[in-house]
């Protein structure tokens, strides 16, 4: 059973940082993509940002410069660094994954069970 497990939510100040974590729990190959997205009330579900295998990254207009993504292979965890948080930056935080799979390396995607982050003085 694979299961991605988020952390590192919570509640900030505005101008304050938060690192999210997403581990991905189970007998697995590696993962290929991993992506984090984030839906606040009464929105839609956006990408805010995604690595690939290769370590090429992209965000959204809206967090560029402020949030970075990374990766932990050995550890298979995926990372988001949030800085200069922001009111509007409050969601609940997902995060999304491609997995490759023993014994035949299928990949498959997955969702963590997100994590609220609220940035509110």
């Known amino acids: 059973q694979v299961q991605l497990v988020e952390s590192g939510g919570g509640l900030v100040q505005p101008g304050g940082s938060l690192k999210l974590s997403c581990a991905a729990a189970?007998?697995?190959?590696?993962?290929?993509?991993m992506g984090w997205y984030r839906q606040a009330p009464g929105k839609q579900r956006e990408l805010v940002a995604a690595?690939?295998?290769?370590?090429?990254?992209n965000y959204a207009d809206s967090v560029k410069g402020r949030f970075s993504i990374s990766r932990d292979n050995a550890k298979n965890t995926g990372y988001l660094q949030m800085t200069s948080l922001k009111p509007e930056d409050t969601a609940v935080y997902h995060c999304?994954?491609?997995?490759?799979?023993?014994?035949?390396?299928?990949?498959?995607?997955?969702w963590g069970q997100g994590t609220q982050v609220t940035v509110s003085s």
């Open positions: 999304n994954a491609a997995i490759k799979l023993p014994p035949a390396g299928l990949i498959y995607s997955y």
């Open positions: 189970g007998s697995i190959f590696g993962i290929d993509y």
């Open positions: 690595i690939n295998s290769e370590n090429s990254t």
